[in-house]
């Protein structure tokens, strides 16, 4: 089993839709980060959370660290949001990051 | 504040040769971790420096090095290259442990 689990693997929106991508870890963590990926181009992150909820423009984040659960959450979902959303968690110590296996998000006009 | 810098962002070579890829961290950031990520296995981690000094190792074979200066820039070599390591090399800086990090463009590598 993985140590970092993200549903759904694919996901395919119309604009303006409500998006929810999940991830669950089996490890004990300090943080969770969600980062961005769009095609051909580096990693954006996005967030680092280690409790509650984060808002930045029309995403947002949560996390329950006794489910060893988070979401990503885009609201009124626009094609430039398509782009693979990974998450990821440290690993014991120092800054060494576990990555799930992403999200490719496509949003349609 | 200028974002983490990798050189080269491509590069080909041919299976034997070795290869050294640089990264250079957002100014004061004194931790810089390598990343691989490739179509199969996705993003892995390479090794993580700290202060100089390698603080975390990944699952990678010996022929994967690398080494951080001074200035914090970092360096990964990769030896006796084989077709497999054709993949898209990321560093990422951060100002300190369980600190935000940021990813540079990556270095994308292609074994022919």
């Known amino acids: 089993k993985n140590e970092v689990e993200q549903s759904p693997q694919n996901l395919t929106a119309q604009e303006g839709e409500f998006i929810t991508i999940n991830c669950s870890y089996s490890?004990?963590?300090?943080?969770l980060h969600w980062l961005q990926q769009h095609p051909g181009g580096g990693i954006v992150s996005l967030f680092m959370?280690?409790?509650g909820k984060k808002k930045h423009g029309r995403l947002i984040a949560t996390i329950n660290i006794q489910e060893k659960h988070s979401s990503l959450h885009i609201t009124a979902s626009h094609p430039r949001d398509s782009a693979v959303y990974i998450c990821?968690?440290?690993?014991?110590?120092?800054?060494?990051?576990?990555f799930g296996a992403g999200t490719i998000l496509r949003v349609k006009s | 504040k200028a974002g983490v810098t990798q050189t080269p962002r491509y590069l080909i070579k041919t299976r034997g040769q070795q290869v050294t890829l640089s990264c250079s961290p957002i100014?004061?950031?004194?931790?810089v971790s390598w990343y691989q990520q490739t179509p199969g296995q996705g993003l892995q981690f390479l090794f993580e420096?700290?202060?100089?000094?390698?603080?975390n190792k990944g699952n990678f074979p010996g022929r994967f090095s690398g080494r951080q200066f001074s200035n914090s820039r970092s360096e990964m070599n990769v030896s006796t290259l084989e077709l497999g390591d054709s993949a898209l090399y990321l560093c990422?800086?951060?100002?300190?442990?369980?600190?935000?990090?940021?990813f540079g463009p990556g270095t994308r590598l292609t074994v022919t």
């Open positions: 990422a800086s951060s100002l300190e442990t369980h600190y935000e990090q940021y």
């Open positions: 490890v004990g963590i300090s943080a």
């Open positions: 959370l280690s409790s």
């Open positions: 990821a968690v440290p690993y014991k110590y120092g800054n060494k990051l576990v």
């Open positions: 100014s004061g950031h004194r931790s």
């Open positions: 420096y700290f202060s100089e000094t390698q603080r």
